[in-house]
């Protein structure tokens, strides 16, 4: 089976760091996908990390770590417009397993 | 270029009736998955096909069924409805089964 664990909510104040962990186990391994969705929308495609280390893209930077069954999403100089659900999602062959997602709250 | 398109983007049934959903892939993708997010869940796989072929069905009764057209785009059925399926549906296309999948706008489908 598919088991993937994220934190349900995080608040960060506008121009702070934040970092979404997620933690997996599943049955098969073909790469982790980080997704950013707004409510009511579709998930639109933030990072995708096959390999170990760190993937870095403007102020968003992703991580992973095979062995250990781990990956983070790094948000820098938050924006309002970041407050969104964000989806950590594991491919095993042809699918992706998803997590509950993150709500991520950006105060002023 | 168009990305994945989905229709209708809204819908309204009531328990017992039957929906169809349909998806446009990507001009060139050859692959379309479809998932199903319950409010304040992740999407959860349903099916993938690839080359009109159905490559992977999750784990859901045998209420849902899809198919693809020879022009690549889908359409997936539901029927009997109950309550449980009021959910939003999202239809993800790839250029082959494999590869990284777009996201459509999702069909939010609401059971009275």
């Known amino acids: 089976g598919q088991n993937i664990d994220q934190p349900t909510e995080m608040t960060a104040t506008e121009g702070a760091i934040v970092q979404i962990n997620c933690t997996y186990q599943t049955s098969g391994f073909n790469g982790l996908f980080w997704y950013q969705q707004h409510a009511g929308e579709a998930p639109t495609f933030l990072s995708y990390?096959?390999?170990?280390g760190l993937e870095e893209k403007g102020r968003f930077s992703s991580f992973l770590s095979r062995s250990k069954g781990y990956s983070y999403l790094l948000l820098k100089e938050l924006q309002m417009k970041d407050s969104a659900s964000y989806l950590c999602a594991v491919r095993s062959d042809y699918k992706l397993s998803f997590g509950a997602g993150t709500t991520v709250t950006v105060r002023a | 270029d168009a990305g994945v398109t989905q229709s209708p983007t809204h819908l309204i049934k009531t328990r017992g009736q039957q929906v169809t959903l349909r998806c446009s892939p990507i001009s060139g993708h050859k692959s379309v998955s479809w998932y199903q997010q319950v409010l304040g869940q992740g999407p959860q796989f349903i099916f993938q096909?690839?080359?009109?072929?159905?490559?992977g069905r999750g784990n859901f009764p045998d209420r849902f069924s899809a198919r693809q057209f020879p022009n690549y785009s889908s359409e997936l059925n539901v029927n009997a409805l109950l309550l449980g399926d009021s959910a939003l549906y999202l239809c993800a296309s790839s250029l082959v089964d494999r590869s990284d999948p777009f996201f459509g706008p999702g069909t939010r489908l609401t059971v009275l």
């Open positions: 096909y690839y080359e009109k072929e159905e490559r």
């Open positions: 990390n096959v390999l170990d």
